[in-house]
């Protein structure tokens, strides 16, 4: 299941996209636009900040706006951000592999086996998908 945190930073990422030709917007707005706890939307910018795919101003005149083209930005590098592994067991993950304490031989594990395909298929859309791509999703679904 998508955490809060990604849903968070994901929408967070494309309010800022589409507002990516105006001035920085406030921490203030983003929430109430989006609905999201400001507190919450704080630590989840400022995680985004340091990964380098905002850029914030202090002051008057003041926010965040994107630091890199909305075309990308991927879900997989926010997710991975925000929530780390993708992989649904720890065994199956690439980034964060760990080896799971029950299991007694990994090479045939038919769990471990399905949720490696499971990962598979689920870091190429989300490693295919950029913040554009959403955009482009919402523009097409206002317009059905």
Known sequence: MLSKKTKYAIKALVV????ADKPPMQISRIAE?????KKFLEQILLDLRNAGFLY?????????SLNKDP?????????RITDGPIAMVPCA??????????????????????????????????????IADVIAREITLINI
Not at 98 to 107: G, L, P
Not at 118 to 129: P, Q
């Open 71 to 79: 075309k990308d930005i991927y879900l997989v590098s926010i997710m």
């Open 33 to 37: 636009e989006e609905r999201i706890p």
């Open 93 to 130: 993950s690439l980034n964060f592999y760990h080896k799971c304490d029950e299991c007694r031989q990994e090479t045939t594990c038919g769990i471990r086996d399905v949720f490696v395909e499971v990962r598979d298929a689920t870091l190429k859309i989300l490693s295919e998908t950029s």
């Open 56 to 64: 914030s101003k202090k002051g008057a005149g003041g926010g965040y």
């Open 16 to 19: 800022l996209g589409k507002n």
